[in-house]
């Protein structure tokens, strides 16, 4: 069945550093790929899509592109501020997939410091 | 401003209890989705509708039931809580889409003692 794996946490980056969070995944068809972030004591929302091979997604610095010979969408961020730190989530909608077609990822925690 | 509503953001329930959380959404949205999240565990799903009345249970269904009788509801029932179901209960709805986002409710955190 479809799936998704991302980079085990917790994740703990100094104020400006560079950020990169791996996620990869397996589906039938042609999934759509999305990251959620989760901030302390919230819901998830949406931070950036992407719904085809080589698009890239974007939204407040970060950045993910949609990579099907690699079957990857790693989130990064050139420079990550103490506002960022939250729980980041992989996720993936496919036709092919069971379970409402919305899969996640187990999460990673980042922690920046300033 | 699309909305996920969840009725409560924390409850303290006692064991044995049966308990109630409602979702609504202003979207009109098909699917709706029940999670728990735990720590290191990251989101398991526990039930999702994708119409009214129509349910399927996910992971962990054991312990719960859903209603949906309208479409913008949906009701996550605990038939008789127990310790173990202490956790962070999110909701959520989207389209039937697949190159569409799920939107989250805020929250709730139950606690059974």
């Known amino acids: 069945g479809d799936s998704v794996t991302q980079m085990e946490g917790p994740v703990t980056l100094s104020e400006e550093a560079f950020l990169t969070i791996n996620c990869t995944y397996t589906?039938?068809?042609?999934?759509?790929l999305f990251w959620y972030v989760q901030y302390p004591g919230e819901g998830l929302q949406l931070l950036l899509k992407?719904?085809?091979?080589?698009d890239k997604g974007s939204n407040k610095g970060f950045e993910a592109t949609y990579r099907k010979e690699t079957t990857s969408f790693h989130l990064e961020k050139g420079s990550v501020q103490v506002s960022d730190s939250a729980v980041y989530f992989c996720a993936l909608r496919s036709y092919g997939g069971s379970q409402g077609n919305l899969i996640f990822g187990k999460g990673t925690k980042l922690s920046v410091k300033p | 401003d699309v909305k996920v509503t969840q009725s409560s953001r924390y409850l303290v329930k006692r064991t044995g209890e049966k308990v109630f959380l409602e979702c609504v959404q202003d979207m009109d949205h098909e699917n709706m989705f029940w999670y728990r999240q735990d720590p290191g565990l990251g989101l398991r799903l526990i039930y999702f509708?994708?119409?009214?009345?129509?349910?399927e249970k996910g992971d962990i269904p054991e312990g719960y039931s859903v209603s949906r009788e309208k479409k913008e509801r949906f009701s996550l029932i605990l038939e008789s809580a127990s310790t173990n179901q202490t956790s962070m209960y999110l909701c959520a709805s989207s389209e039937l889409q697949v190159n569409t986002e799920a939107f989250f409710g805020q929250g709730t955190r139950l606690t059974v003692v």
């Open positions: 992407a719904t085809k091979a080589d």
């Open positions: 509708s994708y119409d009214v009345k129509m349910k």
């Open positions: 589906a039938t068809g042609y999934p759509s």
